[in-house]
């Protein structure tokens, strides 16, 4: 049961300036990445259940709605379910998923349904993280494991979307965060392990409510990292520089 002041809401706002500050705030967000593991969950049941394309396209298409229908309502939740609901649709008939076609036509149908969107801080956000992961992600990740470890270049490579919201985040916020290479590359490690359990925690929590407590407890372990991070550059005298 939800207790009100449970969370401590100068704590909260100073966490979300200090994600800011270092250039992690798309970690608070709920993103493409969440339907991904969710939808990699789920091929993979089927896979083993031997189940046709078409089952396995609604199975993942059905787990989308499921855990968007347990978030709370957003404009990056409502972008993130209906491109993978595009994905879905073309799994069913044989096509490969396009993301940058599925982003496209996300945009332009959200916005001819519900043009207030168009001044949407988190709608645009949530779109331009995804141009610049799907264009620039993969060029980086190819020409950073040159000189390191593909790991490492990968984790910098998330950079991508960071580059791509900067002007959106320029217009809430007159800063260019300076250390958000460091904090990415940081952090990346105990993004998927913390989403993981999270999740875990999110699907047991209507069956019992002491497991779905460990899966957080262990989730936090990750979280905590970023905590710790976010904390410390942003609290470090080079961290943003005003615009």
């Known amino acids: 049961q939800w207790i009100d002041g449970l969370v401590d809401e100068a704590y909260a706002t100073r966490m979300e300036d200090s994600f800011r500050d270092a250039g992690i705030m798309h970690l608070m967000a709920v993103s493409g990445g969440h339907f991904t ?15 046709p394309r078409c089952a396995t396209a609604c199975c993942i298409a059905l787990g989308y709605g499921l855990l968007a229908s347990m978030m709370a309502p957003g404009d990056s939740v409502s972008r993130a379910l209906i491109m993978g609901w595009l ?16 982003l496209c036509c996300t945009a332009i149908g959200i916005l001819l349904l519900r043009p207030s969107m168009a001044t949407s801080y988190g709608f645009a956000l949530s779109c331009a993280a995804v141009l610049g992961i799907v264009t620039l992600a993969g060029p980086m990740t190819t020409a950073l494991a040159a000189i390191m470890p593909k790991p490492v270049a990968a984790a910098l490579a998330m950079i991508a979307a960071q ?35 999270g999740l875990a925690a999110l699907a047991c929590a209507w069956i019992n409510v002491d497991m779905a407590f460990v899966f ?13 991070v976010a904390r410390s550059l942003a609290d470090a005298p080079c961290s943003v520089l005003p615009w």
């Open 37 to 51: 593991l969710i939808a990699m969950l789920v091929r993979r049941m089927c896979a083993r259940l031997l189940l």
């Open 87 to 102: 994905a879905a649709a073309a799994m069913m008939v044989g096509r490969r998923p396009q993301a940058l076609s599925a």
């Open 163 to 197: 580059l791509a919201t900067l002007p959106i985040q320029v217009l809430m916020e007159p800063q260019i965060p300076l250390l958000s290479c460091v904090a990415n590359l940081l952090v990346t490690p105990v993004v998927s392990y913390s989403t993981l359990l």
């Open 216 to 228: 957080a407890r262990l989730a936090s372990a990750g979280t905590r990292v970023m905590e710790v």
